[in-house]
Every structure is written in structure tokens, then in C-alpha cells.
Nanobody, 120 residues
């Protein structure tokens, strides 16, 4: 019912920047929340950043001050701007969205993931 497609991952040197995008489509009336998770090899998936319907944001301590999250409501797209990247930011990044459908259901959906590698 709801599809999420991430883009923008890649290889970057330490201290560099990347911007991830997450485009949502399908049966969407409104967004309750959207966010980014990441999973490094051998580690559990962790929350990175969230933005809720009112515009409030929340960040993991490890990325606060370096990452920003934003949403373009007209395009149903969310962004994660990642600055001052560190090797420990290397992971597969997943987009997540909880939406309200046109039939008044709450529905959660995951993207397929995009690889971010920070290395010299």
C-alpha cells in the first residue's frame, strides 16, 4: 500500500557529506512520522533520526549536531543530510514511514535500504 524508495548512498571520505532521500508513494493521506534507521554489519538496527507530523525532530546522540532531517510534504519525500561523516557511520540506512491511509488506517512501511560507506 505504501512504497518507500531510498537514494543517495555511496562512498565518502571521513569528514565528507551525503544526502539521503526517501520518496514515498501509494495510499497516503498523511504522515504520522518518518525516520531513518541504520544497521552496521554485526550490529542491531538502530534509530538515527525521526520527524513527526508536527515537525518535531529527534536524533540519536551519535549523530546529533551532524545530521539533519527534513521533509518536503509536496513531494512526499524525506531527506537526511549527513555532515562530518565518520567511519562509524558506515551502515545500510533504511527509511521508515508511518502513514495514515485514505481509509483511515495507520500503516508502517520500510524502504529497501541504501549503503553508506565512510572510508579513506
Amino acid at each position: 500500500q505504501v512504497q518507500l524508495v531510498e537514494s543517495g548512498g555511496g562512498l565518502v571520505q571521513p569528514g565528507g557529506s551525503l544526502r539521503l532521500s526517501c520518496a514515498a508513494s501509494g495510499d497516503i493521506f498523511s504522515f504520522n512520522a518518518m525516520g531513518w534507521y541504520r544497521q552496521a554489519p554485526g550490529k542491531l538496527r538502530e534509530s538515527v533520526a525521526f520527524i513527526i507530523s508536527g515537525g518535531s525532530t529527534n536524533f540519536a546522540d551519535s549523530v546529533r549536531g551532524r545530521f539533519t532531517i527534513s521533509r518536503d510534504s509536496a513531494k512526499n519525500t524525506m531527506y537526511l543530510q549527513m555532515n562530518s561523516l565518520k567511519p562509524e557511520d558506515t551502515a545500510v540506512y533504511y527509511c521508515y514511514a508511518q502513514v495514515r491511509t485514505t481509509t483511515n488506517r495507520n500503516f508502517g512501511s520500510w524502504g529497501q535500504g541504501t549503503q553508506v560507506t565512510v572510508s579513506s
